[in-house]
């Protein structure tokens, strides 16, 4: 269940542009990084873009570039490998058709069943702050039309991608597969507890709002791995809880978003 989450704060050292319906408000400077910028050297942005299909029209080439250097690099993304993910998974393909050209405008868009993809910097800062790698095992809960699977199917070994509306499950599975992934894995049922079966996970991406950390997906995080997801009720935070090699937890507090609630179990849990 993809949803439409959106940044609510801004900086004050680089103004955000607000989203429809966004409520202004703001942290101090620097009270809470958004993100952890890499000290990797960025790449021309000609070799960021590159496309999954065998032919593209230009139009969308041109969306994706502007959306790298505007609303990502512009921004505080800045892992070349999450750049080059974001530069090269067809986000055209995610939407609905008659949504194609705000493809890559940067709000949520709707995508049926009162669900909606997020917007492409949301998806950006979550993988980054994951930190997946190329041995990567990764855990997508709330697959939607699929679009953060594709971006961590571009990095990671393994993507394990649980979808509690099954209509949605299905057509995201077929559009998966005919874009090439073959290293992604969907199901339709409730992440809350995640997918035991293929665990641990190294990389746990949640795109709903539980009001509380589910211990299930803590539990399911190998040592070393990052768990992403927004936490909260009325008022929601981006946070990172990052398991370490002994086995201990931590919770490091990123910027607050606006994320539909998780349903399902962790309805049940409240």
Not at 10 to 22: D, E, F, G, H, I
Not at 138 to 167: N, R, W
Not at 254 to 266: D, Y
Request: proline share 10%; with cysteine; aromatic share 6%.
């Amino acid at each position: 269940m993809v949803v439409g989450g959106f940044v609510t704060m801004y900086r004050a050292t680089k103004p955000w542009p607000l989203q429809p319906n966004q409520a202004e408000s703001g942290v101090p400077s620097g009270q809470i990084a958004a993100t952890e910028p890499s000290a990797a050297v960025l790449p021309p942005v000609a070799e960021l873009i590159s496309s999954r299909l065998e032919t593209e029209e230009p139009v969308f080439l041109e969306e994706r570039k502007r959306m790298l250097v505007h609303d990502l690099m512009g921004r505080d993304i800045t892992e070349p490998a999450v750049l080059r993910a974001m530069g090269r998974v067809p986000r055209q393909l995610f939407v609905r058709p008659e949504d194609i050209d705000l493809a890559y405008a940067d709000h949520p868009l709707p995508i049926g069943y009162n669900q909606t993809i997020s917007q492409p910097y949301i998806v950006a800062l979550m993988t980054q702050l994951a930190r997946p790698k190329p041995d990567s095992r990764a855990l997508d809960v709330g697959t939607g039309s699929g679009y953060q699977a594709a971006v961590l199917a571009e990095i990671c070994k393994e993507v394990y991608s649980i979808e509690i509306v099954q209509p949605l499950a299905e057509t995201a599975a077929q559009r998966l597969a005919e874009l090439g992934y073959t290293n992604v894995t969907v199901r339709h049922g409730d992440g809350y507890r995640g997918w035991p079966e293929h665990a641990p996970f190294d990389v746990i991406i949640v795109a709903a709002a539980p009001d509380h950390i589910p211990q299930p997906l803590v539990e399911q995080l190998a040592p070393g791995g990052r768990l992403v997801l927004p936490v909260g009720r009325f008022f929601q935070q981006l946070i990172v809880v990052e398991k370490l090699q002994d086995g201990t937890v931590r919770q490091i507090p990123s910027i607050p978003v606006s994320f539909v609630p998780m349903t399902g179990e962790a309805e049940k849990n409240r």
